[in-house]
């Protein structure tokens, strides 16, 4: 079965740090798209980052970073300089990349971030 | 440009009655999608669409249906619900079926349903 695992229920950073928050994946399919997203209490779905699995190098947006290990399936992320907007709900998601995937997003069960001011 | 919209926000239902959930999205995407959300999970797809008059069954379709008579529009139908149909739902689009380069996931702001 296709699985993401975030280990971490919850975290807490102090507003300027930095935090990680682990990811692992397992499929055995060699092609797919790794997602980190972020979900605030206004509930809505936000796209952080995204990583294809073909590319070694790790994916850069601003504060957010990603370490992706493939051969270990680890896809953590790190924000720098967290800040209190930060705070939320983190989803890892991955979606194998061929014609049959169709859109089917498999998602962690998510990472409450807590930043303290 | 509204992205996509979901209607209502919130919901309560008896059970056994019947509501519609409808998703709309003004960017012409081609695939349209149904998850839920239950707490301490992340989404889970419920029913997918890849263009106008198709629909396909995901990882949860069981108690539900869905229309897309139009291509801008995704309706979610509960012909009876049931208390474990308390959830979260989203609707999301997008242009192709898989993330890749140029397109992602856009998703609705949600709609809380309870079902008593």
């Known amino acids: 079965a296709q699985t993401v695992t975030q280990s971490q229920p919850e975290m807490s950073v102090q507003e300027a740090e930095t935090v990680t928050l682990s990811c692992t994946y397992d499929t055995s399919e060699s092609d797919y798209y790794l997602f980190w997203y972020k979900q605030p209490p206004s509930r809505q779905m936000i796209l952080v980052i995204r990583?294809?699995?073909?590319?070694?190098q790790n994916a850069t947006e601003n504060r957010f970073s990603v370490n992706f290990q493939k051969a270990a399936k680890s896809f953590s992320l790190k924000i720098s300089d967290s800040q209190l907007g930060d705070a939320a709900m983190y989803f890892c998601a991955y979606i194998l990349n061929y014609g049959g995937s169709q859109g089917n997003l498999i998602f962690g069960k998510g990472t409450k971030l807590s930043v303290k001011p | 440009n509204a992205g996509v919209t979901q209607t209502p926000k919130f919901r309560v239902l008896k059970t056994g009655q019947s509501m519609t959930l409808l998703c709309a999205q003004d960017m012409n995407h081609e695939y349209m999608y149904w998850y839920r959300q239950d707490p301490g999970m992340g989404l889970r797809l419920i029913h997918y669409s890849v263009g106008e008059g198709t629909t396909a069954k995901g990882e949860v379709p069981d108690g539900y249906n869905v229309s897309r008579l139009k291509k801008q529009n995704f309706l979610l139908g509960l012909e009876s619900a049931a208390p474990s149909q308390t959830s979260v739902y989203f609707c999301?689009?997008?242009?192709?079926?898989?993330?890749?380069?140029?397109?992602?996931?856009?998703f609705g702001s949600g709609t809380q349903l309870s079902v008593l």
């Open positions: 999301a689009s997008s242009y192709s079926s898989q993330g890749g380069m140029n397109e992602k996931l856009f």
């Open positions: 990583q294809e699995a073909y590319k070694q």
